[in-house]
């Protein structure tokens, strides 16, 4: 197999940054690469400064002293052409434009200034990214392009025309301790466009899950072509910007494209197998539960350690998503009336554990019953905190110690560690915060998909599931 | 008119509190009321202690010297009936019983125990408030029967069968701002049920709003008929638990309440013209703008704030939710050409400021041209935190003066002040965590409903102004 044309620009050796300053986006292109010890050369260029960020700046990107394989612009579009015409001349390989105002405006003169930048770019064979986009994300090579997105890597990967987008699915889905394998931030999708990005991220080893925040697409039966292949091989996600009159209107002036009808879109992504997803939020959700639970293919759902109306609640939410929530098999009643459970007639699935009151056991042995039995597909599991605070100090290895599921299954497992209302009390709700934080981590350190509620948790699921169900065996 | 049944016990002199001790749930009742300031005698009923909380201890309620008037009771259903008669011999006006294991367990005598109780108070005229719940808050007669719950009144009422989601609605409703006149948990809704709640609320001069989680309605025809009365008047909001097969498994082992067919109940909400909504989250998210904005009475949306990939969802996210984000108003357009403004051709309905880099007013200048122009019927308004930490110290002052509409407009302004990623850096963590807190409160303080992203924020929108177009004028 030939190396793919996205993979031939994406390992620079060095990198110029155009428009680079100390103060300003520009110069917020170099100090990420710094943050994450990007290895190679950074050159700034701007002819206004001798140098930006400590290091020596050159006028411009023919001036700079042996190769450079990786351009970032952010320069004004007024100067684009002869930035490019340096490109080629330097023999540069991909140049991402942060470089903004051309198509999107809905200008004349715009437009075909972009158009322009195309014809030069692909006669003197440089590569772009964008314009009007952020650009690239890459932990591996230490290529960021935001302060504080994460230094470790991972198997999911990211395409989106917005560049906020990128910034809000990294930081969110890192929250919940996804890592990327690539994330690419494209804009206008003037030379590279988004069958190229998921064609990439197909036959890339390096990444298990696909994401895509798309806004439209200029070759339809290329992308469907595409998206067929990649969801033959790997859960695709995909978030389609633009769906109603106004959204269309919206991305015509973010980033120039024909958002197209959404039914056909819809139709298309389900039809190629993918996940259609309506927003950032359900996207992180679904990513979390593909990044760290096996495949989810059936709809049984197993759900323990909810209480009074949050049982009642979850039922409703699970069912809604399109899980189903059957009866407690009659085998664990029986094993439980065995046990002599004062309960065993009464409790049920989903299985409340708030009316277990006095016997602390009981919830552990019944989930890890649940979880075994196979009658289940998946187990949600109800994670909670401390009550409140007393006198005596929380022994959080022993509260883990009854969500601890590791050897008892191989099935999906997905916690649901619930929100609850801030204390009015600040030291209570820091004290609190703080347990908090430390579940989590140990959630996600036992490798667990983590979720603030039920429903969410469900409907992830549900969608997963449904890939599954789609999918050619 | 006649002072309502529920008026008559919600205004006690004096509380006892059986089963009540120094450690577990019983003693739970007396520290809520201590810490809001009951200002009443409080007796504790326990005949193991002689004090509890530092109060004298009595063994029996027939023992308290004087008149009681209203009893929590948490001692074990075994000793019910022996209760019941202490209070009707003592002549209590109300009992609370979080009391359970009644006809909730599925069992035959524990149902016939709840009948019998419900005999003996009936002969005994004493009213009960349960079994198997959490009981009243009232904030203006200072009980509370959770910890930290808030002193301050307000004007929204809340009815509940679980006691867990009354805790829930009154922590995070309060979390944005919205107080309470009184909540009621009333589990298995024995003596007061659904309707009295309800009709209660209606009647009540300090109740604007009025919410309720119902698990199941003992009289389908008297509730529908509440249901419109109350609707007349003021804004319901109903979440009803128990929708599908499983959930109504769950309500019947939760609070014993028949869930009834999912479609009537949702037929049966919108005929009256109440709002139906499916989850916690979006029942506060409707109590919010119910509480803080004038009534929202049309679906034309103006979008102000948003950013390039966020501003196309938020178009997308507002037309799903059933408001209508029509095209920027022709003569906006012409006042931005003739202010001189280079986008006024560019920019549009949602308003991507993103793209106005370098012109500082024109977001400020454009959304109150928005807020004040006919087309619209309500604004929602993108607020935004610093970008990231800087040498400089964050004005917040000048900050928030851009997002001051008082004056401006007397249409329904929606603030979104969007979570976003929490930085990998925890100095700028909570550097940003603090600034935020901050701006949320300015905004509250400006009486404006908050929501962490305009989905939430546009589907409440959209269920008031259903209510406002159901409702006969």
């Not at 090579?141 to 935001?146: L, P, Q, S, T, V």
């Not at 990967?157 to 890192?174: K, M, N, P, R």
């Not at 002036?253 to 389900?270: D, P």
Request: glycine letters at 10%.
């Amino acid at each position: 197999m030939s190396v793919h044309p996205i993979e031939e620009i994406i390992h620079p050796r060095t990198i110029a940054v155009a428009g680079a300053s100390d103060s300003g986006r520009g110069g917020g292109f170099v100090s990420p690469l710094l943050e994450l010890g990007f290895k190679g050369a950074i050159y700034p260029v701007n002819p206004k400064y001798d140098t930006v960020s400590g290091f020596k700046a050159y006028a411009r990107i023919r001036d700079i002293p042996g190769p450079v394989d990786y351009v970032i612009s952010s320069i004004p579009a007024t100067h684009i052409l002869e930035l490019i015409d340096d490109c080629v001349e330097k023999k540069v390989k991909g140049v991402h434009l942060f470089t903004a105002r051309f198509s999107e405006t809905g200008r004349k003169d715009a437009a075909e200034l972009e158009r322009e930048v195309l014809r030069r770019a692909r006669a003197g064979n440089v590569r772009l990214i964008g314009p009007n986009c952020m650009g690239l994300y890459y932990p591996e090579e230490r290529i960021a392009f935001n302060e504080g997105m994460p230094r470790e890597t991972g198997t999911v990967g990211l395409a989106s025309q917005s560049g906020q987008v990128v910034g809000e699915i990294v930081g969110f889905a890192g929250q919940r301790g996804v890592r990327f394998s690539k994330a690419f931030s494209y804009g206008n999708a003037l030379d590279f466009n988004e069958c190229d990005y998921l064609e990439y991220f197909t036959q890339d080893p390096k990444t298990d899950v696909i994401l895509m925040y798309i806004e439209g697409a200029r070759d339809g039966q290329r992308f469907a072509k595409a998206l067929k292949e990649a969801a033959a091989v790997k859960p695709v996600v995909i978030l389609k910007g633009g769906r109603g009159s106004a959204g269309t209107r919206a991305t015509a002036s973010h980033t120039a494209s024909l958002a197209g009808s959404l039914k056909i879109w819809e139709s298309t992504v389900r039809q190629a197998g993918a996940i259609y997803v309506t927003d950032i939020e359900e996207l992180v959700d679904v990513a979390v539960s593909l990044n760290f639970a096996p495949p989810i293919t059936g709809r049984n759902a197993a759900v323990a350690g909810g209480s009074g109306g949050s049982s009642v609640q979850a039922a409703d939410q699970c069912e809604e998503a399109g899980l189903r929530v059957i009866p407690l098999p009659q085998d664990i009643r029986d094993e439980l009336k065995a046990q002599g459970s004062p309960i065993w007639d009464w409790i049920g699935n989903p299985a409340d554990f708030s009316i277990a009151m006095g016997d602390e056991t009981i919830g552990t042995v019944l989930m890890r019953m649940m979880a075994q039995h196979p009658a289940f597909d998946l187990l949600i599991m109800f994670v909670h905190g401390p009550w409140r605070r007393t006198g005596r100090e929380f022994d959080l290895d022993k509260h883990m110690e009854s969500y601890n599921l590791s050897g008892v299954t191989r099935k999906p497992v997905i916690a649901v560690y619930a929100d609850r209302p801030r204390s009015l009390d600040e030291k209570e709700a820091a004290w609190y915060q703080n347990i908090s934080n430390q579940i989590e981590e140990r959630l996600l350190a036992a490798g667990l998909p983590v979720y603030p509620n039920v429903g969410r948790a469900a409907r992830a699921a549900s969608r997963i599931v449904g890939y599954y169900e789609r999918r050619p065996q």
